[in-house]
């Protein structure tokens, strides 16, 4: 429908997010 | 906002990554809460240990009043697991209504409990290897993964 990620660009756009989600700190115990 | 029930779908896909000693599938296979708590105890084991799990009632064919116990104790747990050991407080989600799932295994209700449980995975003390485990699916499971959690980190 035109509102998703431009082609080519996805793979990329999830490597940036799960990489920014493993360096998020997060823990009240840690 | 997201297509719930291809949510849902991609969802099952990940949950289907853990091992499990129930059926673990269809909507149907996750509405009395077996799945999802066997899934929780490979997530968090000291939290959601053996007299956790014991308060859930493990039997085949369940009737729908008990699958909703089940989901109501699989719920509170996720709630009280992400106070007490993450320190996040989730405000303004939807949260899951146990009836529908546990009754009428309602695919849109059933995407938001398996929501809060990747949200779990994503945040725990292992969550390295389960961030992992889903960089090894496919890419199409991996945005709507992306996308249900960046949802839930807008509600932190």
Known sequence: ?30 | SMDRSHLCQSLIKWLNTFNVTVKNQTVEDFSDGIAVAQVLRQIAPDYFNEAWFKKLKVEDDLNWRLKVSNLKKVLNGILEYNMEVLGIQIQGFQMPDVNLIGEHYDSVETSRLLQLVLGCAVNCAEKESHIHNILKMEESVQQMIMNAIQELMSKE
């Open chain 1, 1 to 30: 429908d035109g509102k998703g990620a431009p082609p080519g660009n996805s793979e990329g756009m999830l490597a940036n997010f799960f990489n920014s989600l493993l360096s998020k700190k997060t823990g009240a115990a840690a």
